[in-house]
């Protein structure tokens, strides 16, 4: 193992012969280091040699932020000759060359440099410096922050500004940021900020600023610290005023309604606080107010001819105001308002069920016939009848009209009637039927003895 590290340290000095470089023969990790008050800080320092091949001699000085210095102890691998001073406060051990504070305060805050004389035995006569300095800050942890709005009631848009403070009950070298509705917020032509971003001043108040408004304080040794949510409100608007309507047909400004429709018209408007609403009616270059409130009816029976209405929208806090317009036509829509309201279909699912249930019912029908008729059946009973009773003469009765004259009398056959309308198994008796105009009522004919006679009774 000696050997080893006689090896390198020649290799080490060949190197920086031959480069001419000078030697890094000390190393401290970070040049800076955050201490947290009442809390100890060691200051590490790495040695690139081997402490038993070497002398060694050297100083740790601090240099306050007030610019006064003073030498904390001097050592080498031996002895240590400290400051009385700092004998409770500061903990150095040969040969280790560390330096460790003890229980920080403020006032242990600035420059720490260790200067360091280095003689190798191998060397004798040649001696090496290095120095290294740690700067060292001492910070207090940072309690939760607390958020203050001024003025503390609700503003009013373009007319108000709004300062916003964190602030913190301990804490040293506190960073604060800010979030509205958890996105921070950035500088900009209405944001200001103080240098430590403590203070956030609005000017003007818009209505896009309402919100939830926290911050957030941390520094070098705490966490983020967050604040309670505190709501900004704004009082702005009217904005976006317009009139809808889930009856009748609307095209931009005009309104089609069917005549004795009662349609019902709602004006809203974006504004804090609500806005105030009045209905007014323009007819024959006059005007005249129908109501107040969002909610406007209208019966359209009473519309001889089309009518403009205006809603007005007036917000009491900002003291703005907006209005809108439209005209009311009636005229009967018919099927055209369903057409604008199927997105392009040509049958309605009305009309689809009414067909498919037409159909249904004509199979049914068909079914039914073809069961109970046989059409193919009776027309060939017809057709096979004896040709003289297809081809007699036909009698309408009225050939003699002298046989015809005299008192008629008819009489219901019981059992006979069996149907207001013949069925079909009737039809298919056609066969037997030796007449196709004899009824079902025989007719009694009393002709009386003279013609004369009857005319005279």
Not at 140 to 166: G, M, Q
Request: glycine residues 6%; proline residues 5%.
């Amino acid at each position: 193992m000696e050997a080893t590290g006689r090896m390198g340290l020649y290799v080490y000095w060949l190197l920086v012969l031959i480069t001419e470089v000078s030697a890094k023969f000390i190393h401290v990790p970070s040049t800076v280091r955050h201490g947290i008050k009442g809390k100890n800080l060691h200051l590490h320092v790495e040695t690139r040699f081997q402490l038993d091949e070497a002398e060694i001699q050297g100083t740790w000085s601090h240099t306050t932020t007030s610019g006064i210095r003073t030498t904390l102890v001097t050592f080498n691998k031996e002895s240590t000759i400290m400051d009385m001073k700092y004998r409770n406060h500061i903990l150095f051990t040969e040969p280790n060359v560390s330096l460790l504070i003890q229980r920080l305060t403020l006032h242990d805050e600035g420059d720490y440099q260790i200067n360091l004389n280095i003689e190798f035995h191998n060397k004798t006569g040649e001696v090496f410096t290095e120095e290294k300095t740690v700067h060292v800050t001492v910070d207090v942890p940072v309690s939760t922050p607390v958020i203050e709005k001024s003025p503390s009631h609700a503003v009013v848009e373009d007319k108000a500004n709004v300062t916003w403070i964190c602030s913190v009950a301990i804490g040293t070298r506190v960073e604060f940021q800010w979030f509205r509705d958890n996105i921070p917020l950035g500088d900009g032509n209405r944001y200001h900020f103080s240098q430590n971003k403590s203070t956030l001043l609005i000017s003007p108040v818009k209505k896009e600023d309402k919100g939830s408004y926290r911050c957030v304080a941390s520094n070098a040794v705490s966490p983020e610290r967050h604040s309670r949510a505190v709501e900004l409100t704004v009082y702005y608007g009217p904005y976006n005023l317009e009139v809808n309507s889930d009856q009748g047909l609307r095209t931009g400004e005009v309104f089609t309604i069917n005549p004795g429709e009662l349609v019902f018209f709602e004006c809203r408007a974006d504004s804090n606080p609500p806005n105030s609403y009045v209905w007014i009616s323009k007819s024959r270059n006059t005007t005249r107010v129908i109501t107040e409130g969002p909610r406007l009816e209208v019966l359209s029976y009473r519309l001889a001819q089309p009518e403009e209405y205006l809603c007005r929208a007036f917000n009491n806090m900002t003291q703005k105001q907006d209005e809108t317009q439209f005209t009311l036509v009636v005229a009967s829509l018919g099927t055209g308002k369903e057409m604008h309201t199927q997105d392009g279909s040509s049958f309605s699912p009305l009309a689809v069920i009414t067909v498919c249930s037409l159909f249904i019912i004509g199979c049914m029908l068909l079914v039914f016939f073809r069961k109970d008729c046989h059409p193919k059946r009776v027309l060939m009973r017809i057709y096979k009848r004896p040709l003289s009773d297809q081809k007699r003469p036909h009698r309408s009765g009225h050939e003699d009209a002298t046989e015809d004259f005299g008192i008629y009398e008819f009489v219901s056959i019981p059992g006979k009637m069996e149907s207001a309308q013949p069925s079909c198994r009737s039809l298919a008796r056609l066969e037997s039927v030796q007449d196709m105009h004899t009824t079902i009522y025989d007719v009694i004919r009393h002709v009386p003895e003279t013609p004369g006679q009857s005319l005279l009774k």
